[in-house]
């Protein structure tokens, strides 16, 4: 059973913060099938970290909804790499929308977390509860620790002013316009890549990170821009919303599923000078799901699909390459 609309977008004026990254553009995608008029910005037209020109822009341009995307992003080294970047830029970016937003009045916005924000500990499934109740994981809490101001940002502003905002943390994400840069990329795109040109070099084997064993969730990112646009429609309160599939898989067990999407047929080497990060993250999406959503896409769906989708940005002779191993 869903949950009554509470919130009409027909014939509103929305505009997606961070519209050119991963998030912000499956928002994008999934908003214009919506009737409603979306706001644009041209790419790096204004730096969200500068409080005064972020919030000129929404005064200005006086959207009704916001979906916050925009934000530093990456995987277990850039997160080592940057900690002042992905703590301060990250910071930055959400109160000045959040701030800026309730100063002109937007009548609803969806800051977009992540998993991340929960405590390595934490009982699995991780509930919406368990949120502050023990030490993050080491290897990315400048981001963690942003993205906990965000939605406690949200809930203030709700809690003191009355604003109409939300938060929601997706699980992993993957998918079009995914980050492909092996420093910085997250797992399953750095896998893709590398086991496409262990295949494309005839390698005997190729190297995953770590031990292989510790769990992730994956969710596609259109999944998620599908559940934001429902939680802005459904859903209004203080509690930050865990969207997740329910798909859980072992770092080995991707490396394999990546493998037989690819046609990689060589051996699997595990470096473990690499770090593994936390053992385990698996959202508890019942929340979400009582309120009416649920993922449907299979993990090996969704990665065919994304697989699709990198070849179709590559050079012709790459891509016709890799088309014949398939
Ligand atoms: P996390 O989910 O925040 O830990 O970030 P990542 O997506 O970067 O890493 C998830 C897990 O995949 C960690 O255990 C990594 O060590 C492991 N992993 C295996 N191979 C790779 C790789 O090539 N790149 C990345 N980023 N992670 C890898």
Redesign the pocket.
Known sequence: MTEPEIYDLNGKRVWVAGEHGMVGSALVRRLQREHCSLLRMPRRAIDLRDQAATSIWIKSCKPQVIFLAAARVG???A?AAMPAQFLYDNVMIAANIIHAAHEAGVERLLFLGST?IYPRDAAQPIREEALLTGPLEK??EWYAIAKIAGLKLAQAYRRQYGADFISCQPT?LYGPGDNYD?DS????P??LR?IHEAKQAQAGSMT???T?R?M?EFLHVDDLADAAVFLMRHYAGEMPINVGSGQEIS?AGL?RLISTVVGFEGELVFDRT?????AR?LANSSRLNALGWKSARSLEDGVRQTYTDWLATMPSDERSNAARTE
């Open positions: 995987g277990i080294a997160n991340c290897t990315n992993n092996l990329s997250h797992v399953l750095a896998l590398k995953v990170w770590g292989g510790p992730r770092i490396a690499r770090p593994d990060g936390t993250k």
